[in-house]
């Protein structure tokens, strides 16, 4: 393969070498993925017998839910902006770290208030990995297929959620709930020296940065034949990277993209979060609450994959809204089947598919929305608001529990936030399919593409 004089980063992507290196940043960060699912889940599974052993109420865990994902709140935006600055790999591995060292002391607590701080420091390590581990997938990965590769890196997430569920079932039962959070602490110390070795620093980062000695090195692991000083730097940034959010026409497509993600990860955390105890209170068991939780992520992983695909040969908007239409009818009606463990598997896979997947999906418009030195800052920030309503959405149902309401009416406060995300989703397709092409592809010179419209 022949390469001009000069080039971008994107037009090596698709040698041999190049595509070998993407799938290990692509397998590690759905590692990483993976480990932030099952923590999510762990805690929710764990909510149950935790309560039982301190002998405090269900109502306690809305706090409990809510400061975990403040702290992720706080991790993705500082983190996330500290990424661009500093680089992808060197946070992705102080985040990896963080985490692992505050599950394993979650044991060691004896309280609720104890139990509130230690998740709020695992929130921060795992709110600051997602975005570096989202950046490095999509500034490996060709713009023509960024949803689907993105999409398959984040399918991490639900799996690592059917992870927790599969393995809490015998577990919690036979060693105490304590377990699954020594789990989730040594599988991340077991994958860092794989993170260390084997992942590179984004590429794209390093002609950002100026750094060709580290641009050099990610070419010779890629083999190519060309030097780093043929590769063609995007503009430095002359300003905060918060504030240009916000300028060069993103504004509309920003705060757009930060409504979807309030609305998405409100009924995502909230299901997660509550389907366990809402479920085996309405009659389903421990048994079918467990169940429900796995093919509640099974339904996400497969509808990553499938919207994934189908958004990058349509409109990626108009998909992810459809799929959150159809997620708000899954979850709205998991409010009435009561004991009928059969429905309540079929909803919940539904619920996923549509809900889950969607708001997986729109990870990757988000990535493809903002240039590379912006990049990790966009996801990071979107993340960051979106979880507000991550925070809102098990505290609001903690709330309703106390007052003691129905299951419809927690499940519908999740369904409603399902179609206000197909609203939100729908208005950011018309402003980028207004504008023809993303600010991303502006910036770099590339051309549009679907993920970005």
Not at 83 to 105: E, K, N, P, Y
Not at 327 to 333: D, L, R, T
């Amino acid at each position: 393969m022949t390469y001009p004089a000069r080039f971008t980063f994107d037009e090596l992507l698709d040698a041999p070498g190049a595509k070998r290196l993407r799938l290990v940043v692509v397998l590690l960060c759905a590692a990483v993925a993976t480990l932030d699912g099952f923590d999510l889940q762990s805690i929710a599974l764990a909510a149950p017998a935790i309560a039982q052993d301190w002998g405090v109420g269900a109502a306690a865990f809305g706090a409990v839910f809510g400061v975990g994902l403040f702290g992720s709140l706080v991790g993705a935006f500082l983190l996330g902006r500290l990424s661009d600055r500093f680089g992808r790999r060197r946070i992705l591995l102080i985040s990896v770290a963080m985490f692992a060292v505050c599950s394993l002391a979650t044991p060691l607590v004896g309280s609720v208030g104890a139990l509130v701080a230690i998740r709020f420091l695992t929130g921060v390590g795992l709110g600051g990995a997602l975005p570096s581990a989202i950046a490095l997938t999509s500034e490996y990965t060709p713009r023509r297929s960024l949803g689907a590769v993105v999409g398959l890196m984040f399918c991490g997430y639900p799996a690592g959620g059917v992870l927790a569920g599969i393995l809490s079932a015998p577990l919690i039962p036979a060693f105490g709930w304590p377990v699954v959070f020594v789990i989730g602490g040594v599988l991340p110390l077991l994958l860092l020296p794989a993170l260390w070795r084997s992942v590179p620093e984004s590429a794209q980062f390093l002609t950002v940065t100026g750094d060709l000695v580290g641009l050099r090195a990610v070419l010779h692991r890629m083999r190519s034949p060309v030097d780093a000083a043929q590769v063609e730097a995007e503009r430095a940034p002359d300003r905060s990277p918060v504030v240009r959010l916000f300028t060069e026409g993103r504004a509309a497509g920003t705060l757009s993209i930060w409504a979807t993600m309030v609305m998405a990860l409100l009924l995502a955390y909230l299901l997660a979060n509550w389907i366990p105890l809402v479920t085996r209170a309405a009659g389903a068991g421990a048994a079918g609450s467990a169940l429900a939780i796995a093919t509640f992520n099974l339904g996400a992983i497969i509808g990553c994959l499938v919207l994934g695909r189908l958004a990058d040969k349509l409109r990626p908007t108009l998909v992810i809204a459809a799929a959150f239409v159809l997620g708000a009818a899954g979850i709205a009606a998991l409010g009435y089947v009561g004991s009928e463990v059969g429905a309540l598997l079929l909803l919940t896979f539904v619920a996923g598919f549509g809900g889950i997947g969607g708001q997986m999906c729109m990870v990757s418009v988000c990535a493809n929305f903002y240039e590379t030195s912006l990049r990790a800052t966009g996801i990071g920030s979107s993340m960051s608001v979106g979880r507000i309503g991550g925070i809102a959405g098990p505290v609001l149902a903690g709330v309703l529990v106390g007052a003691g309401a129905a299951a419809a009416a927690v499940f519908w406060v999740a369904a409603v936030a399902a179609l206000c995300a197909a609203a939100a989703v729908t208005v950011l397709g018309l402003v980028t399919h207004q504008h023809g092409r993303s600010p991303a592809a502006a910036n770099e010179g590339a051309p549009t593409t679907r993920s970005g419209r």
